[in-house]
């Protein structure tokens, strides 16, 4: 079964740093593109950023470009977001989404169950 | 960068009746264009990819169309069981934004 386990969500004071990991089970890691899609409480989905099957390629919506920064450990299956330099606005269940083949242009077929990011002083 | 817009915002329905949500991208994007359902309190799970290609395991009154701007996604038969938030999604190149989703009751 595939199974995408997110974690590292809290608690971050504005200004403050926090890194999400996503493990991946189940699944040739690196074979698929992997990104990270937020949703604040009560509103809709937002797409945050995607990495390619091997880490060679990532993009990032304008709303975290220069502040988050996503990889991935193929060798331990795992996702990360790096998000720097919070804001109030990046409170949000974040959900790791595996993407259905190597290459970004992809739906998300696969998502975790989320982690909790809140920040406030 | 393009904009993706669904209506209705919402929408209630009797149980069996037939229902259509609209998704427009502000330019063209071939058909890459996903749907997904959002349970209350649940996770996101894939509908349709590629504007009209049913996700294995989900129930064949879902259906999509469209190509280029316009898409639709209807739900032949309204159960119960499909209220819920549906949300479309560009993919042809990033950013893969997402429609800003319909909400779906049923009466």
């Known amino acids: 079964e595939v199974q995408l386990v997110e974690s590292g969500g809290g608690l971050v004071q504005p200004g403050g740093s926090l890194r999400l990991s996503c493990a991946a089970s189940g699944i040739s890691f690196s074979s698929y593109a992997m990104s990270w899609v937020r949703q604040a409480p009560g509103k809709g989905l937002e797409w945050v950023s995607t990495i390619s099957g091997y880490g060679a390629k990532t993009y990032y919506a304008d709303s975290v470009k220069g502040r988050f920064t996503i990889s991935r450990d193929n060798s331990k299956n795992t996702l990360y977001l790096q998000m720097n330099s919070l804001r109030a606005e990046d409170a949000a269940v974040y959900y790791c989404a595996k993407g259905r083949y190597i290459d970004y242009r992809d739906a998300f077929d696969i998502w975790g169950q989320g982690t909790m990011v809140t920040v406030s002083s | 960068d393009i904009q993706m817009t669904q209506s209705p915002s919402s929408l209630s329905a009797s149980v069996g009746d037939s229902v259509t949500i609209t998704c427009r991208a502000s330019?063209?994007?071939?058909?890459?264009l996903a749907w997904y359902q959002q349970k209350p309190g649940k996770v996101p799970k894939l509908l349709i990819y590629a504007a009209s290609t049913l996700q294995s395991g989900v129930p064949s009154r879902f259906s999509g169309s469209g190509s280029g701007t316009d898409f639709t996604l209807t739900i032949s038969s309204l159960q119960p069981e499909d209220v819920a938030s549906y949300y479309c999604q560009k993919y042809n190149s990033a950013p893969l934004a997402f429609g800003p989703g319909t909400k779906v009751d049923v009466e």
């Open positions: 330019q063209g994007i071939s058909n890459y």
